[in-house]
């Protein structure tokens, strides 16, 4: 059961970042770059001239899987620039109840475009080395769509995992496709509210999984979310409520994930993003 259940948490579920995870997983639609990049390559347009992005995880994600990660991205949206594009590096341990540790270290290359005024378009190729037992190395892509045609309305499209893994890697090892669908709306200036909603390729079919979140301003620079989301892939309901400071420049994130029904732990997980 427990090698089943770990091939669900891929890189593309699991560095979602602090706002992301706060948020019950959204992100496809947002334009907190440092991490929504890795959701939907489209959103870096979004990007300020240029951003940089660190991430650090660490807790429980379920009763039988403790999870540690740190990770960095670096992204270029000057006005100079041909297309915007972006770098990520990520380490992961994840350590399984009767299973043992894997170390795996991943990285992305992103680009992308606006196609129109409102619509933007990206890829990026990922790179996914895994030591367990032996080495694994897994190479990948991502696609994504965004459209934004008011500033309170975000839509994004983006299938991840494009390439179906080789049946050399073990199962619960492999990075399997998942499609998924975002929204974002700000209503007043004040209150955001984000939806998502992804299917992932299962053991014998598509599997959903839902995903609600909102953001509520604080004073000038405050920020506080709450999330739920909901997988029918693994079965498992998470809460999650988070922190932020929304400065100019310097904007620092904190989130709490807790699975429904286990209380002997929970992820913990903080950003700092620096955008000049």
Do not use: C
């Not at 790179?127 to 991502?142: F, I, P, R, T, V």
């Amino acid at each position: 059961m427990i090698l089943l259940l770990t091939s669900n948490y891929s890189f593309s579920q699991v560095v979602r970042g602090a706002v992301s995870s706060a948020t019950g997983g959204t992100g496809r639609a947002a334009t907190e770059v440092g991490e929504t990049l890795i959701l939907n390559p489209a959103t870096i347009v979004h990007s300020s001239s240029f951003d940089s992005y660190f991430f650090y995880a660490n807790g429980d994600r379920t009763a039988d899987l403790k999870e540690q990660t740190y990770a960095v991205s670096l992204t270029d949206n000057n006005e100079d620039s041909f297309l915007p594009g972006s770098v990520t590096y990520a380490q992961r341990k994840r350590t399984f109840s009767g299973i043992g540790s894997i170390d795996e270290q991943f990285a992305q290359v992103t680009l992308a475009k606006f196609a129109t005024k409102h619509f933007s378009v990206g890829m990026a190729v990922t790179y996914l080395s895994q030591d367990y037992l032996s080495g694994y190395k897994q190479w990948n892509g991502n696609l994504g769509v965004m459209y934004n045609p008011t500033s309170q309305l975000g839509i994004g499209l983006s299938a991840l995992n494009i390439i179906s893994p080789s049946d050399d890697i073990p199962l619960f090892l492999q990075e399997k496709t998942n499609i998924g669908f975002g929204l974002v709306y700000l209503f007043e200036k004040f209150l955001k509210l984000r939806a998502d909603v992804a299917a992932h390729d299962g053991e014998d079919d598509w599997e959903p999984e839902y995903m609600l979140g909102v953001e509520s301003l604080m004073g000038q620079f405050g920020v506080f979310r709450l999330g739920w989301n909901k997988s029918e892939l693994t079965g498992y309901k998470y809460y999650s409520i988070g922190l932020g400071f929304d400065g100019p420049r310097f904007k620092i994130d904190y989130s709490y994930q807790q699975k429904d029904r286990h209380r002997r732990g929970a992820m913990h997980s903080v950003d700092l993003r620096i955008t000049l």
